[in-house]
């Protein structure tokens, strides 16, 4: 499996963070449209994410649910016909939630910045530091700490869990 170090907090807006992260990025920001259905299921996570042009990936990982950085263990699977198997996987294990978003991507060396747009949420930074193989979590937590601060983002306004929890927590998901 994939591992990163994934940190999330509220923002006031993507544009007011939007030029920090351009300053620091590799390259131009990318925008995405992300749908994604969680399915009930017993060890970890299970979602379908489907983007505006069709495509789709099957995504199975396990985080912990806490505040600041967190090693998240991943496997992704490309899908050919998501809505398919988006009711297939209702079918067998039920339907647990959904998000919908409009991300901003960026890369920062090995970081993905995520500048998301969630309905029903507000404004989100996500940082995805990809860890490499037999690498410390630790080194991949420095390096966020390091963007959130680069990037003039306040530790108070961290946030632990997905989307998909504070959605359910609010009672929209």
């Not at 998501?82 to 060396?109: E, M, N, S, Y």
Request: proline share 5%; glycine share 8%; net charge negative.
């Amino acid at each position: 499996m994939a591992r990163n170090v994934e940190i999330k907090a509220r923002i006031d807006s993507v544009e007011a963070v939007l030029p920090r992260a351009r300053a620091l990025a590799d390259g131009p920001p990318e925008p995405i449209v992300q749908d994604d259905t969680f399915f009930t299921c017993t060890t970890g996570r299970l979602k379908l994410r489907v983007f505006a042009d069709g495509r789709g990936e099957l995504i199975a990982y396990e985080r912990p649910d806490t505040t600041g950085p967190k090693t998240s263990d991943y496997a992704i699977t490309p899908v050919a016909d998501p809505d398919a198997l988006r009711a297939t996987l209702a079918r067998a294990l039920g339907i647990g939630g959904r998000v919908v978003k409009q991300r901003t991507l960026l890369l920062v060396g090995r970081t993905r910045v995520h500048l998301d747009r969630v309905d029903w949420l507000g404004d989100f930074l996500e940082l995805e530091v990809v860890l490499r193989d037999g690498e410390n979590a630790e080194d991949g937590v420095a390096v966020a700490h390091d963007l959130l601060h680069r990037l003039q983002i306040d530790p108070g306004r961290l946030v632990s869990g997905a989307y998909v929890d504070l959605l359910d927590a609010a009672g929209t998901s």
